[in-house]
């Protein structure tokens, strides 16, 4: 079974800096664009940042300049490094990836795949 697996979250002072993961693991041929993406309490998910295969990256406008993403295709991981963090980045951050392909039985499939999400606070 193929999952998403987040970690790096935790509380900060306005000001400060995070870095999450996100590690996909099982029996993994390939990952295509890979994302985060975030949910604050009675607000819809947004899309944060978005890497591609090859390394393009695409961001919201309001974290451009602070956050990076980033990935190793060797190590099937994400990541995003948070920077000058702000009271309104408090969510719950997911990882995405659009199409993972895995083996089954003889052959490959692929979906799309969501982390459980982890908890980003902070404080002003």
């Known amino acids: 079974q193929v999952q998403l697996v987040e970690s790096g979250g935790g509380s900060v002072q306005a000001g400060g800096s995070l870095r999450l993961s996100c590690a996909a693991s099982?029996?993994?041929?390939?990952?295509?664009?890979m994302g985060w993406y975030r949910q604050a309490p009675g607000e819809l998910r947004e899309l944060v940042a978005v890497?591609?295969?090859?390394?393009?990256?695409n961001y919201a406008d309001s974290v451009k300049g602070r956050f990076a993403i980033s990935r190793d295709n060797a190590l099937n991981t994400a990541y995003l490094q948070m920077n000058s963090l702000k009271p309104e980045d408090t969510a719950r951050y997911y990882c995405?990836?659009?199409?993972?392909?895995?083996?089954?039985?003889?052959?490959?499939?692929?979906?799309?795949?969501w982390g459980r999400g982890t908890l980003v606070t902070v404080s002003s």
């Open positions: 890497i591609t295969r090859d390394g393009s990256t």
């Open positions: 099982g029996d993994i041929y390939r990952v295509n664009d």
């Open positions: 995405n990836a659009d199409a993972l392909v895995y083996k089954e039985g003889p052959g490959y499939r692929y979906r799309e795949v």
